[in-house]
């Protein structure tokens, strides 16, 4: 199901709608639904429900979205390390791609509502949009063979959060201690796409207390209820 040919809110909203309309309505032979910026995958099965039927169904459903009542986006608080060789070493780049000092780039990164588009690339993996235009900075020409889980990144208009030790070209600004995604967790992934993160500026020794508390189990992760979705 596509809803639209650019990236935005507006869209975003009406995937989300549908994507919650369908989990909802618990419709026969649904096997997974997959949201992105813009389209909604609906992967079924012909031999529990034809394809007409499920046609017709989903039409209907999409006529009723406006009428939902659809529940508030969480908002997850991610504290974040920024700068600093280990934890973001293109800080500089992005200083001095868009003339910025470092608390100015942390300032105009932490505090925003980044609504969740979608989930990719890795488990747990947020795109993440609402970034400041002047934090825009270009891919690495090279991408770098192991990025540690936890770094934020940006790329373009875009930041986020890398969920596991993996290859990436995003440039890093800074390193969260939380997990945003553990298999061995009894939810794995604690977000999901039309949710919201917003980063929060700490410094080493409140990165060292979170990180030991998520490595024995005691670390509360913070969350807020968002009314009117921003």
């Known amino acids: 199901m596509e809803f639209g040919d650019s990236i935005s809110p507006e869209i975003n909203a009406k995937v989300r709608g549908m994507y919650v309309a369908i989990m909802q309505s618990k419709i026969p032979g649904v096997i997974a ?3 992105t910026y813009r389209s909604l995958t609906v992967e079924y ?13 989903l039409k ?12 508030a986006p969480n908002l997850m608080i991610v504290p974040t390390v920024y700068g600093g060789e280990e934890y973001g070493p293109d800080m500089k780049t992005v200083m001095d791609k868009n003339g910025l000092t470092q608390d100015e780039v942390i300032s105009l990164h932490a505090g925003v509502n980044y609504l969740i588009y979608m989930l990719g690339f890795t488990p747990g993996f947020g795109y993440l949009g609402g970034m400041d235009a002047k934090l825009e900075t270009p891919r690495l020409t ?19 959060i890398y969920s596991i030790d ?5 440039q890093l600004i800074g390193r969260t201690p939380i997990k945003i995604y ?10 999901k796409a039309g949710d919201y993160m917003r980063f929060e500026a700490i410094d080493q020794t ?8 998520v490595a024995n189990g005691t670390y509360e992760y913070r969350y807020a209820s968002l009314k009117g979705g921003n």
């Open 182 to 191: 553990d298999p061995y967790r009894e939810k794995p992934i604690l977000h």
């Open 45 to 57: 099965s012909p031999s529990t429900i034809r394809y007409a039927k499920m046609i017709e169904t």
């Open 166 to 170: 993996s290859p990436g070209g995003w």
């Open 33 to 35: 639904v997959t949201p």
């Open 60 to 71: 209907a459903l999409e006529s009723r979205i406006g009428q939902m009542d659809l529940p």
């Open 142 to 160: 090279t991408p770098r063979v192991k990025i540690t889980a936890g770094s934020v990144g940006i790329a373009g208009r875009q930041t986020g």
């Open 206 to 213: 409140e990165f060292d207390r979170i990180a030991a508390a």
